[in-house]
């Protein structure tokens, strides 16, 4: 029926009927009253009566009708109940659909025309929450049922008004009070039904506010059983549409979580999302399309998003983990918006505001990076093959010249056996003052399973209050599936939209323990009321904030986090704003340090454990996390002094590995011993505090572009962290003896290292008396090699033996049958020594910079500069201009 | 000079052929040249490829005499006799 050609014209929406609307809308009509009803149960009337006199506007409703309900001593046959709710309202609303009241902004209407009598009027005050189920026997009744397939809810509250003789039953929840033991012919009690759970569950929280969590639980119990089983559409949407929110996100009930069941939400995500694709497939024709496009609830994909955010990320990663199809069989699904409903997210710029629509693809992707980045970021099974992965989006300015604007490119072969995503990051190179563009390298390529977590930084500029603008960099893990995803959006904006999404995602997460307690996962939508109280957490504590006020570093303290959380009543604090979080979280160390109160310190530090659940801490669990006092610090170096000075924070996680941050970045972690070591060796080159700000100072200005091995800069190492170094970004380190090969090229051509691009994974092969140079030379050749990708790092190289233990690449087969020319041979070499040589000048000069003294002796130094010398005379000779030679 | 950088380039190619893991690319001179022992002489330079790991080493030679000094490699000097013993 189209009802929209009987709506023109019309101006008095008084004049069509409710029923008229609700079916327009696809919602249904919710019917409240109340009723004498006859009971035997018991109720502590004057408990209820006071309550019910304390509201404004259900004192107005009922003295409006005239009557006396009060005083429960009058005679009841004086009552004319049927009188309430006033004749001339009818006592129905239209009750907007779960779904949309939650998730979905659908064409706005004006909501006054929908405005009920009865509960519309209670709305205010009197919010009774009855949940099907619940009973307290001893109390008061109520009574749910849920037909689906009938399209039918009905719950009952059963509230007697004067003394009964009662018998006591047995009620259970779940179970229905049904006894009835009555002599009386007049009523003795009010009944309230409903024809709406939520409306149910406001009644008996106003009314019965104890017992609210129980009531829920039970509530939950009935739809449970209500949706097993389900397997039409529109059971389905009706079963979504009259399910409380608390339903999908959970109720924590005396220490467990409740909510509807994984399985059972899965079964019905697949339902919707398969619902929509066969949709799509089946529509060979425009007529066919014209008339999906007029059905308004087409789109179930809004339902799909809804329930897979309620299911536990756990039970959804174990699903997705291993099927890289059915992830992205579900992300080509999902079709059409839905709002973001989430209250904090606040940033300057892009920011991701309340009621924001978003793409029901993006939710689910971020989804999907919140619980990857929670859970399973360092999992080995995620790790790329192709480690070290290093994608950049945004805008960099490196001086006053230059800019770089990173750009992803990003598609998926449909069939591909595999399933993988195919990743293409592209750095251009912009001069401000010529305004052009002067190089354009590609940066990133790869192949990707969908969940490999690959490292993002997006860069953003950002107005200070100051009135200055700076770039602020975001630095985090994200799943390819992310990136897949954002090169289809080709903006920056979109990621960091996305990432703080996600980081709220993490808060939450994090702090109500969701995950180990099978409460949904990630309440995308917060139901406030329900979270509040956990969130909470997450806030300053209302004391330490008073005694934060005190002194001029507290307030500048509360004055950095209040930037960055918006604080809303006791429940709406999320964390986004990372580069903000990283100078607060500078601030609170330093409060942190300074305070003298334990019960303080134990605040501080709480609080920095939960900033730091959404910062990046790139490989670290941060799994147990710990923030170390400045006891723990006093046990791991005997220059605590200096780095309590220079606010640098020491965590320790469950793997008893302590790490190390500077301004919010973590820049060195290792096991305790060998960060007592880490810090020992340091302090043999650095005599004071000065010289360790600049040492910090300059670890964290690395190299903000490519994959790179910054944890072997700046610092004296054992051969064993050199190999883990190595290790942890896809390499592996070989002795030499390993090999008759190499035994034979060890000897002849003398050489401490060697680095082996072909061989896969890539090797470094060593003498055991590696020189410090030539395991800095050789390593360089790796990050190379990393930076550059397997395939361009080794064009140019000849290669002359067939490797038996892999099939060769299509490349490498090339390569094989045809001699590479001498030319190109040797501006391979060239680009390859360049490379190296440059950076070990750079470290050297870091080192005389910062320490006072080379890292490499100056004959070393004479070497590696002769034979880059002679590498340019080789290309010389052979008529090959190096300044040509454009290096990407 | 430039016949004696072919001398060079030859020789080496002669000692070399034998390995057929390495490739000689060209010669060239240096006049004045730092030596390994901080001595000072003109030299020729014969620059090598190696085919298995792309790595470049090269032969220093008295220009005068064409005499073999010793072999430069990436991280280390090489002798000689190392270096040709096959």
């Not at chain 1, 009818?90 to 064409?107: H, T």
């Not at chain 1, 990857?372 to 290093?390: K, N």
Request: with cysteine; glycine share 4%.
């Amino acid at each position: 029926m189209n009802f929209k050609n009987s709506l023109k014209g019309m101006d008095d929406f008084d004049r069509i009927s409710r029923d008229i609307w609700a079916d327009m809308r696809g919602e249904k009509i919710a019917t409240n009253s109340i009723e004498p009803f006859f009971t035997n149960l018991w109720v502590d009337e004057r408990k209820l009566f006071t309550l019910l006199a304390s509201s404004t506007d259900f004192n107005t409703y009922l003295f409006d009708a005239k009557k006396n309900f009060i005083n429960y001593a009058q005679e009841v046959e004086q009552v004319n109940l049927k009188e309430i709710p006033p004749a001339k309202i009818d006592n129905v609303r239209v009750k907007a659909k779960m779904i949309e009241k939650l998730v979905i902004q659908e064409p706005k209407l004006d909501e006054k025309q929908f405005q009920n009598s009865f509960l519309e009027r209670l709305d205010q005050k009197v919010w009774v929450n009855v949940s099907p189920g619940y009973i307290d026997p001893r109390k008061y009744t109520h009574h749910t049922e849920i037909g689906i397939r009938e399209r039918k809810i009905e719950c009952t509250i059963n509230i007697p008004y004067r003394n009964y003789y009662r018998e006591l039953t047995k009620t259970v929840i779940n179970e229905t009070e049904a006894t009835v033991h009555y002599s009386s012919a007049s009523p003795d009690a009010i009944q309230i039904r409903l024809s709406d759970a939520e409306d149910y569950m406001a009644a008996i929280t106003y009314l019965f506010p104890y017992h609210r969590q129980e009531a829920q639980v039970a509530l939950i119990s009935h739809f449970e059983e209500a949706g097993n089983g389900l397997t039409s559409i529109d059971d389905l949407m009706f079963f979504y549409n009259q399910l409380p929110n608390f339903a999908l996100t959970g109720v924590d009930y005396k220490g467990k979580a409740k909510k509807l069941s994984d399985g059972m939400l899965w079964d019905h995500f697949l339902q919707f999302l398969n619902f929509d694709s066969q949709l799509i497939r089946d529509v060979d024709s425009i007529g066919k399309a014209a008339a999906l496009a007029a059905e308004p609830f087409r789109d179930k994909s809004r339902y799909a998003i809804r329930i897979l955010t309620a299911i536990s990320g756990e039970f959804v990663y174990k699903k997705i983990k291993n099927d890289p199809k059915l992830i992205l069989h579900i992300y080509h699904s999902l079709d059409g918006e839905s709002v973001y409903m989430g209250k904090g997210i606040i940033a300057d710029t892009t920011q991701a505001a309340y009621g924001q629509m978003y793409e029901n693809k993006e939710l689910f992707v971020i989804y999907v990076t919140a619980f990857m980045q929670a859970q399973h970021a360092t999992d080995d099974a995620h790790q790329p093959l192709d480690r070290g992965s290093l994608f950049a989006l945004g805008v960099s300015r490196d001086s006053d010249t230059i800019e770089k604007h990173c750009e992803l490119t990003g598609y998926f072969m449909e069939g591909d056996p595999n399933n993988i995503v195919t990743l293409i990051n592209t750095v251009k190179v912009f001069n401000l003052k010529t305004k052009e563009i002067e190089a354009e390298n590609e940066i990133e390529n790869g192949e990707f399973r969908p969940l490999d977590m690959l490292h993002l930084k997006v860069y953003e500029k950002m107005k200070l209050r100051t009135g200055t603008v700076q770039t602020l960099e975001t630095d985090t893990e994200v799943p390819a599936l992310f990136l897949y995803h954002i090169a289809q959006k080709k903006a920056a904006e979109d990621a960091l939209r996305c990432l703080r999404v996600v980081a709220d995602l993490i808060v939450i997460s994090a702090s109500l323990a969701t995950i180990e307690s099978g409460i949904s996962g990630l309440p995308l939508y917060a139901a406030y009321a329900d979270i509040g109280v956990a969130l909470s957490d997450f806030y300053i504590e209302t004391r330490l904030r008073d005694e934060l006020k005190m002194t001029t570093r507290g307030k500048k303290l509360l004055e950095l986090w209040d930037d960055i959380y918006m604080l809303q009543g006791a429940t709406g604090a999320m964390a986004s704003m990372l580069p903000k979080a990283e100078k607060a979280l500078d601030v609170t160390v330093e409060v942190l340090y300074t305070s003298r109160y334990p019960r303080q310190q134990e605040s501080l530090k709480k609080l920095i454990k939960n900033a730091l659940y959404s910062f990046p801490l790139r490989d670290y669990s941060k799994n147990g996390l710990r923030v170390l006092s400045k006891d723990g610090i006093r046990s791991i170096t005997n220059h605590a002094a200096d780095f309590e000075k220079l606010r640098v924070l020491f965590v320790e996680n469950a793997a008893k590995e302590i790490g190390l941050l500077y301004r919010g970045k973590m820049f060195f972690y290792a096991t305790e011993a060998a960060t007592r070591n880490f810090i020992a060796r340091l302090y043999k080159k650095i005599n004071n505090e000065k010289q360790l700000e600049k040492y910090l100072d300059e670890i964290n200005r690395f190299d903000k572009f490519g994959k790179n091995l910054n944890a072997i800069r700046l610092t004296e190492l054992e051969l064993q962290e050199w190999i883990q170094i190595v290790r942890r970004l896809g390499a592996e380190v070989k002795f030499y003896t390993e090999s008759k090969k190499m035994v034979k090229y060890f000897k002849i051509r003398n050489v401490g290292a060697c680095f082996d691009g072909w061989d896969i994974p890539p090797t470094i092969w060593i003498r055991k008396d590696v020189t410090d140079l030539e395991m800095f030379h050789e390593c360089m050749h790796f990050e190379d090699y990393l930076r550059r990708g397997r395939k361009r790092y080794l064009t140019g190289e000849q290669i002359i033996e067939i490797p038996n233990n892999r099939k060769l690449e299509e490349f490498e087969k090339l390569l094989l049958t045809q001699k590479i020319p001498e030319k190109d041979r040797l501006i391979s070499t060239y680009i390859k020594e360049k490379y190296v040589y440059d950076k070990v000048v750079e470290e050297q000069n870091k080192w005389l910079d910062i320490f006072g003294k080379g890292r490499f002796s100056p004959q070393d130094m004479r070497l590696s500069k002769v034979n880059i010398d002679d590498a340019i005379n080789a290309c010389k000779k052979a008529g090959i201009d190096i300044n040509k030679i454009v290096i990407k | 000079m430039i016949n004696k950088e072919k001398k060079a380039f030859e020789k080496i190619k002669e000692l070399m052929k034998v390995d057929p893991t390495i490739s000689v690319i060209n010669s060239f001179y240096k006049e004045k040249d730092i030596l390994r022992d901080d001595s000072i002489k003109d030299v020729i330079v014969v620059s090598l490829l190696d085919d298995i790991y792309g790595k470049a080493f090269y032969v220093y030679m008295d220009a005068e005499t064409l005499d073999l000094l010793y072999v430069q490699g990436p991280h280390r000097y090489i002798e000689i006799a190392d270096f040709f013993e096959l």
